[in-house]
């Protein structure tokens, strides 16, 4: 039959592992978040690169100087379709990232709660022994003083 302490302890060992990989779970989603978000961002980059490229083209060819205007809507529509994107992968991280703190927060709370509860059982060990050192000094008192009457 196992003791209810045990129990309790394997408990609370099992809380603090679920709290840990909580944790790690959601640095993982915010690690892919950062990344979905650099992507993004190189999009947008590589976007600005082309219509620069076609505006100079634009301006140089009369061919591309018709078909600019066209071009440029349809880019200015992926320009808002990406920043539309970033707001909402930018929103995503912070809440994430909240979720994440209060993660860590529930993880350091069970931490906490253990290293107390182990102190606890130090001092309690501890006062239990000094008890029994305590109680063979007194009963080797007692008989040197009977032996030093007799």
Do not use: C, H
Not at 106 to 120: V, W
Request: aromatic share 6%.
């Amino acid at each position: 039959m196992r003791k209810k302490g045990s129990r309790e302890m394997k408990s609370r060992e099992a809380l603090i592992r679920l709290q840990k990989w909580n944790v790690d779970e959601i640095r993982r989603k915010l690690a892919d978040l950062e990344g979905m978000r650099a992507e993004f961002e190189g999009r947008r980059a590589e976007l600005e690169a082309t219509v620069a490229d076609e505006r100079r083209f634009g301006e140089t060819s009369p061919i591309g100087s018709y078909a600019y205007p066209t071009f440029a809507r349809a880019m200015n529509d992926r320009r808002q379709k990406l920043e539309e994107s970033l707001r909402g992968i930018e929103r995503e991280i912070a809440t994430t990232k909240d979720a994440l703190s209060d993660a860590f927060g529930e993880l350091k709370k069970a931490e906490l709660l253990e290293e107390s509860r182990l102190e606890r059982e130090r001092l309690e060990l501890n006062r239990k022994e000094q008890a029994e050192v305590d109680e063979v000094a007194l009963k080797t008192f007692r008989r040197r003083q009977l032996e030093g009457q007799a």
